[in-house]
Nanobody
Framework: QVQVVESGGGLVQAGGSLRLSCAAS????????MGWYRQAPGKQRELVAT???????SYADSVKGRFTISRDSAKNTVNLQMNSLKPEDTAVYYC????????????WGQGTQVTVSS
C-alpha cells in the first residue's frame, strides 16, 4: 500500500501565498512522477502542476508564473509554492503519485482545502 498525505492548505486573502506539501510513503519502488490537481465543488478535476523524476515540470496556463512545483526524490515529497493567489484558485488540492513496479498505479491523497478570499 502507498500512502499519500497533503498538508499546508488554509485560508488566505487574494494576493497572498501558501505552500503545499505532499509526502508519499509505503511500498514504493519507483516514482515516475508527482503532481498536484485541484477540484472545486461541482467542477471537473484539473491539472495544476506535475514534475517527473527527471525534474521536468509542467503547469496549467492559469497558474504559470505564480505557482512553482518542486520535489525531493529521495524523500518522495513534492511541494507547491503558490504566490499571488486569486479567488479562482479556491479548491481542494490533491497530490498524485505515479508509481511503477509491481504496485504500479496512481495514488491520491485525501486533499487539502485552499480558500482564497477576495
Amino acid at each position: 500500500q502507498v500512502q499519500v498525505v497533503e498538508s499546508g492548505g488554509g485560508l488566505v486573502q487574494a494576493g497572498g501565498s501558501l505552500r503545499l506539501s505532499c509526502a508519499a510513503s509505503g511500498s514504493i519502488f519507483s516514482v515516475n512522477a508527482m503532481g498536484w490537481y485541484r477540484q472545486a465543488p461541482g467542477k471537473q478535476r484539473e491539472l495544476v502542476a506535475t514534475i517527473t523524476g527527471r525534474g521536468s515540470t509542467s503547469y496549467a496556463d492559469s497558474v504559470k508564473g505564480r505557482f512553482t512545483i518542486s520535489r525531493d526524490s529521495a524523500k518522495n515529497t513534492v511541494n507547491l509554492q503558490m504566490n499571488s493567489l486569486k479567488p479562482e484558485d479556491t479548491a481542494v488540492y490533491y497530490c498524485n503519485v505515479a508509481v511503477s513496479g509491481s504496485n504500479r498505479g496512481n495514488y491520491w491523497g485525501q486533499g487539502t482545502q485552499v480558500t482564497v478570499s477576495s
